[in-house]
């Protein structure tokens, strides 16, 4: 079936580094692809999606490229800041199962001044 | 405007125990689903109502049930409760059964 794997944390890192977390994938067809951010003690916000292969989303300095032959979405930000605070997770919607989301076990990231 | 809403915020109950949680989609929204999100773990489908028909399930057993209501609200209802069923609860809406999702703040569900 659809499933999402996304790397381990807490990922700890210095306000301005370099951010990638991995993310895979295993889903049948093309499935939408998708980066969801919680802070906090908030619910859920969706950060970027892509909807085709090789197609890149973008939002707040994060981005992802849908990548279908490693079959990856991996999240990147060129310069973090300690209000990227959150938990990421990796999320797909089945190309047979639209109305399903699949969701990776998420990552925390800590960012230190 | 306002963004989906779900009641209670928290919640404690027992096992054996029945319990009901709550779910206001977004204005014109008219697709309701819902995740069940135990610790350190990504959120897990439970069920999907548009239009006031289910349109998906995930695996989880029976004692799961949901239903939406002519106002699009929705509510989940769990019976029989155990002590594994603690964790967030998650409801999200969106326009139609297969548009993005926005999600609400959780209700927070401890069995004791």
């Known amino acids: 079936g659809d499933s999402v794997t996304q790397m381990e944390g807490p990922v700890t890192l210095s306000e301005e580094a370099f951010l990638t977390i991995n993310c895979t994938y295993t889903?049948?067809?093309?499935?939408?692809l998708f980066w969801y951010v919680q802070y906090p003690g908030e619910g859920l916000q969706l950060l970027l999606k892509?909807?085709?292969?090789?197609d890149k989303g973008s939002n707040k300095g994060f981005e992802a490229t849908y990548r279908k032959e490693t079959t990856s979405f991996h999240l990147e930000k060129g310069s973090v800041q300690v209000s990227d605070s959150a938990v990421y997770f990796c999320a797909l919607s089945g190309a047979y199962n639209f109305n399903k989301f699949y969701f990776g076990s998420g990552t925390k990231l800590n960012v230190k001044p | 405007d306002a963004g989906v809403t779900q009641s209670p915020t928290h919640l404690i109950k027992t096992r054996g125990q029945h319990v009901t949680l709550r779910c206001s989609p977004i204005s014109g929204h008219k697709s309701v689903s819902w995740y069940q999100q135990v610790l350190g773990q990504g959120p897990q489908f439970i069920f999907q109502?548009?239009?006031?028909?289910?349109?998906g399930r995930g695996n989880f057993p029976d004692r799961f049930s949901a239903r939406q209501f002519p106002n699009y609200s929705s509510e989940l209802n769990v019976n029989a409760l155990l002590l594994g069923d603690s964790a967030l609860y998650l409801c999200a809406s969106s326009i139609g059964q297969y548009n993005e999702q926005f999600f609400g703040p959780g209700t927070r569900l401890t069995v004791l």
């Open positions: 892509a909807t085709k292969a090789d």
């Open positions: 109502y548009y239009e006031k028909e289910e349109r």
């Open positions: 889903a049948t067809g093309y499935p939408s």
